[in-house]
């Protein structure tokens, strides 16, 4: 029976993470685990967490003794993880109960080394208002980059595949998730499970979101390139791909042909007859 290995990095969030717990302990899958990394909360978190899970061997949490950042404290959660399937999840979020079962059928009937899932946005209190319309079933080459993004949670994948790379990088702050699925999709198939099986939780946390986003679309540009570079890309689309990163925009300019519809065009062709 395979086993899932669910990896939550946790920073000032333990006030919502009964609700996280709560989708947890009613999944329809029983053979799974939980990693949970405090990254030197500043509030109470550490506190409610292990108040929460004190009682159930089936979730474990360490500490970072400082503040590190997202990328050190999600690629420490793999250190930890002993199930062949994992994914990340945040713990101001939650999974709909047959989260893990529907995922599990997919590699069980599949070849591949990931699989996706739409999500449900939803208010403060998890209250689900609409399913994120940008997720997408994408056709998988040397030349994708989930940019303009077409997939993000529920994102599963083989540890064994994650093995394989270099592994998340620990110096981003943000698009952490990215930098993880560029490098999975790098040695294998992906499946599309066309239903949200995630709730994500929009809730602004004191934090600015126009920085955050700024930021974000940065470490994002930078993932990219290390990306081309991994792939020895050297040039996109007559383009050259700059041997050294300078700014976002230059990035972001090699891809505006993928925005185009004749291109999304081409792509849904490839993916309906499995090109």
């Known amino acids: 029976m395979i086993k899932f290995s669910i990896l939550i990095a946790n920073y000032n969030n333990g006030k919502y993470f009964r609700d996280c717990y709560n989708s947890l ?26 108040a929460i899970i004190k009682q159930d061997p089936r979730f474990s949490i360490y500490h970072n003794t400082s503040n590190r950042g997202c990328g050190y404290t999600k690629r420490k959660c793999m250190k930890y993880a002993t199930g062949e399937l994992c994914a990340y999840l945040d713990p101001d979020d939650a999974l709909y109960t047959d989260a893990l079962e529907k995922t599990i059928n997919e590699f069980n009937e599949d070849d591949i080394v990931a699989a996706y899932s739409q999500m449900m946005l939803c208010n403060e209190n998890l209250i689900p208002d609409r399913i994120f319309g940008g997720t997408k079933q994408i056709y998988n080459s040397r030349y994708f980059f989930n940019c303009p993004t077409q997939f993000a949670h529920f994102f599963t994948f083989k540890k064994e595949t994650y093995l394989k790379t270099s592994g998340i990088n620990p110096n981003l702050k943000s698009a952490v998730d990215q930098d993880l699925y560029l490098k999975i999709l790098e040695h294998g198939s992906v499946k599309y499970i066309k239903e ?69 065009l081409i792509n849904k062709v490839k993916v309906t007859f499995n090109i």
């Open 196 to 264: 949200p099986l995630y709730l994500y939780r929009l809730h602004s946390n004191g934090i600015s979101q126009q920085s955050f986003k700024q930021g974000a679309k940065e470490s994002f540009a930078k993932v990219i390139h290390d990306t081309m570079k991994r792939r020895g890309i050297r040039t996109i689309n007559n383009k050259i791909v700059p041997e050294i990163y300078t700014n976002s925009q230059e990035i972001y300019e090699l891809l505006n042909y993928q925005t185009y519809k004749l291109h999304r």
């Open 25 to 50: 302990i009613t999944q329809t899958y029983e053979n799974w685990e939980v990693i949970i990394i405090d990254d030197a909360s500043t509030d109470d978190s550490v506190e409610i967490i292990e």
